[in-house]
């Protein structure tokens, strides 16, 4: 089965930019729905982005459309998310979630990794 591994959060001052980095391995990622999910302090997890492997669309939460973009790396097995533009209530632990059956990751998507830590400070 898939494992994933997030890197690439960190502080950053809003309006920076940043890189995360979702690697997997024991599965070939292009073959699974991939995406990025975020959960603040006291809240639930939401969606942020997502590439169905249906074509590779992508679909974005409304709250970072325009600014965040999902990518895929298919040589390296590895999804990309490029942040940019970032605010305050960007601030989160972001998770990379991966699903061989749904065309598009959910909450309830199978494989999921530890989180990395991305803090932007005002």
């Known amino acids: 089965q898939v494992q994933l591994v997030e890197s690439g959060g960190g502080l950053v001052q809003a309006g920076g930019s940043l890189r995360l980095s979702c690697a997997a391995s024991?599965?070939?990622?292009?073959?699974?729905?991939t995406g990025w999910f975020r959960q603040a302090p006291g809240k639930e997890r939401e969606f942020v982005a997502a590439?169905?492997?249906?074509?590779?669309?992508?679909y974005y939460a409304d709250s970072v459309k325009g600014r965040f973009t999902i990518s895929s790396d298919n040589g390296k097995n590895t999804v990309y998310l490029q942040m940019n533009s970032l605010k305050p209530e960007d601030t989160a632990v972001y998770y990379c979630?991966?699903?061989?059956?749904?065309?598009?990751?959910?909450?309830?998507?199978?494989?999921w990794g530890q989180g990395t830590q991305v803090t932007v400070s005002s």
């Open positions: 590439i169905s492997w249906i074509r590779g669309t992508t």
């Open positions: 024991g599965g070939t990622l292009s073959l699974y729905s």
């Open positions: 979630a991966a699903d061989r059956i749904r065309t598009v990751v959910s909450t309830s998507s199978h494989y």
